[in-house]
């Protein structure tokens, strides 16, 4: 096992010097890694997890990125057409992860930049005008 994880390790260390990762994504892609590498040697490729929640939902919107609970990829934005290809519509995924009925499914800092150019637009002073 010793050296499937120093091969996990040095995979994890190059992915870390590309882009910011948590403590929980390092440990959590090492461990994958370490396994998936055995079961390669080894020839027995293990079957994946079985689908459901993998990840906390309160942890998967995160600043640059959102993780899909159900499959654990990270996406800027969760698609209707992602979440479809799990078997959901936006509202039921946001039901069964527990989030409230209008919460984004999209990274933070998309949803700041989305926030600011509607408040630079001012839909709403336009709307007053050509009601007037």
């Known amino acids: 096992m010793e ?9 994890v260390k190059a992915q870390a010097s590309v882009r910011t990762m ?3 994504e390092i440990t959590t892609m090492v461990r994958k890694l370490a396994i998936g590498i055995r079961a390669v040697s080894e020839s027995t490729i293990q079957p994946e997890e079985s689908e459901g929640v993998t990840l ?4 998967a919107i995160k600043e640059k990125s959102i993780t899909c ?3 654990g990829k990270s ?3 969760l698609t209707k057409k992602h979440l479809a290809s ?10 069964r992860c527990g989030y409230k009925k209008g919460t984004p499914l999209v990274c933070k800092s998309l949803q700041r930049e989305r926030r600011k ?3 630079a637009m001012k839909l709403w002073e336009r709307r007053g005008n050509a009601a007037e």
């Open 86 to 95: 799990h078997g959901f519509t936006p509202e039921e995924y946001r039901e």
């Open 117 to 119: 150019k509607m408040r």
């Open 56 to 59: 906390d939902p309160r942890k």
């Open 22 to 24: 948590t403590e929980e």
């Open 69 to 71: 609970v159900e499959c």
């Open 3 to 11: 050296n499937y994880l120093k091969e996990a390790l040095e995979i």
């Open 75 to 77: 996406f800027k934005l």
